[in-house]
């Protein structure tokens, strides 16, 4: 069974970093690309961020570009979300995503979730 | 950025009715479109990938249809456990963009 368990999260001040983890099991980590997905308090979903199997590629929308750092540790398959210089408008759980199968594309859905994380960014 | 529009925005049905949702793209996606639930206080769940194509252990009264900029989920005869939010995901850019949602509600 896929298991996504995130960690990390709290209150935060403004400008301050923080840093998420997620452990996975039930898979072998090493063969997905992995993401970060976000959902502010009674709002919608947003991608906040994608790594390649090795590392050795990231993606990140604008929003967060520069801020936030995505990394993973294939040897204790774990993925991380480094955030920095945090904004109020950053407050939001926090979600571990899987993608789907390999593939030379990055045409990719989210197909397993963690539980979440909430973060919150407030003086 | 690809920009999806869901509509309508809430959907009110009893059970038993078959509704359509609609997920609509900015600019032309081939089938790089996926549909997703998310019930209250749940973490989302992946119902539909690539448009139409199905997943393991979700019930086959879910269904998708759709390429170009036009898509729709569609679930026959609703059932209780489904009154909750549909969101639509692209993945033709790999700048991945969701649309706003479609809550499924009770008449």
């Known amino acids: 069974e896929v298991q996504l368990v995130e960690s990390g999260g709290g209150l935060v001040q403004p400008g301050r970093s923080l840093k998420l983890s997620c452990a996975a099991s039930?898979?072998?980590?090493?063969?997905?690309?992995m993401a970060w997905v976000r959902q502010a308090p009674k709002k919608g979903l947003e991608w906040v961020a994608t790594?390649?199997?090795?590392?050795?590629?990231?993606y990140y929308p604008d929003s967060v570009k520069g801020r936030f750092t995505i990394s993973r540790d294939n040897a204790k398959s774990s993925l991380y979300l480094q955030m920095n210089s945090l904004k109020s408008e950053d407050t939001a759980t926090y979600y571990c995503?899987?993608?789907?199968?390999?593939?030379?594309?990055?045409?990719?859905?989210?197909?397993?979730w963690g539980q979440g994380v909430m973060v919150t960014v407030s003086s | 950025n690809i920009v999806l529009t869901q509509s309508p925005a809430t959907l009110s049905v009893t059970p038993g009715e078959s509704v359509s949702l609609s997920c609509r793209a900015s600019?032309?996606?081939?089938?790089?479109i996926h549909w997703y639930q998310q019930k209250s206080n749940e973490s989302p769940r992946l119902l539909i990938k690539?448009?139409?194509q199905s997943i393991s252990g979700i019930p086959s009264r879910f269904s998708g249809s759709g390429s170009g900029t036009d898509f729709t989920l569609s679930i026959n005869r609703v059932e209780s456990e489904d009154f909750s939010i549909y969101y639509c995901?692209?993945?033709?850019?790999?700048?991945?963009?969701f649309g706003a949602g479609t809550k499924l509600e009770l008449k």
């Open positions: 995503a899987r993608h789907g199968p390999f593939m030379y594309t990055t045409d990719y859905y989210f197909h397993y």
């Open positions: 039930g898979f072998t980590f090493s063969n997905y690309y």
């Open positions: 790594i390649s199997t090795s590392g050795s590629r990231t």
């Open positions: 600019q032309s996606i081939s089938t790089s």
């Open positions: 690539y448009a139409s």
């Open positions: 995901q692209q993945s033709y850019s790999s700048l991945y963009t």
